[in-house]
């Protein structure tokens, strides 16, 4: 079965310290990864994909195709990332992509 | 102004009832898509469809329907057939092409059902 999996509901960290959100991944082939993000009175938008191999905002994520995960990172946060990110997996092709349940995470000052 | 427009915004429904969400979009994207938002349960499929007078389930199609009749519009159908119809429903658009991949959110609707 396709699933994808974010372990944490909320992530409260202080700004300036480092983020990691986790995501592990089931997906049959080889599924193009994204990450989503959802801030306050926003509309969810694409925050970074994996194909790219960018940088936004300062988040980079990682594929570990043994582990199947893609993580997301940041080595410093800001205030002003706090929203909620959703891990996706899928394809381009079909456009269809399994969205994980999210994670809120929150930057205190 | 381009992007995809969800009307209404807010919705109230007696149980029984069938109502329907409307979803435009003036991307010219050939694909759309109906998701349902739940607290805790992430975004799930509804339907999509990749053409015009085409369309699929996606994982939980069951008491809803779709119609795809112009490129730009993707209206869902809530039947009183949906068990439990109280959700943020949410549409996006995108083109169809490898390395793309990104999605385009509407505002959503939240249905609530009295």
């Known amino acids: 079965a396709q699933r994808v999996t974010q372990p944490e509901k909320l992530l409260s960290v202080f700004k300036g310290a480092p983020v990691e959100l986790k995501c592990n991944y089931s997906?049959?082939?080889?599924?193009?990864l994204f990450w989503y993000v959802q801030y306050s009175r926003q509309r969810l938008q694409l925050l970074l994909r994996h194909i790219s191999r960018e940088s936004i905002k300062g988040f980079t994520a990682d594929l570990n195709k043994g582990e199947t995960s893609f993580h997301l990172k940041k080595p410093f946060a800001q205030e002003e990332d706090s929203a909620m990110y959703y891990c996706a997996p899928g394809s381009s092709n079909t456009g269809k992509l399994i969205f994980g349940q999210g994670t809120t995470l929150q930057v205190k000052p | 102004d381009g992007g995809i427009t969800q009307s209404p915004k807010y919705l109230f429904r007696k149980e029984g009832q069938n109502v329907t969400l409307s979803c435009e979009q003036n991307?010219?994207?050939?694909?759309m898509y109906w998701y349902r938002q739940d607290p805790g349960q992430g975004l799930r499929l509804i339907y999509y469809?990749?053409?015009?007078?085409?369309?699929q389930k996606g994982d939980i199609a069951e008491g809803y329907s779709v119609s795809r009749e112009k490129k730009e519009s993707f209206p869902l159908t809530v039947t009183s057939a949906q068990k439990n119809p109280t959700a943020f429903y949410l549409c996006a658009s995108s083109i169809l092409q490898v390395g793309t991949g990104e999605l385009f959110f509407g505002e959503g609707s939240r249905l609530t059902v009295l």
């Open positions: 991307l010219n994207h050939d694909a």
């Open positions: 997906y049959s082939g080889s599924p193009e």
């Open positions: 469809s990749q053409i015009v007078n085409d369309f």
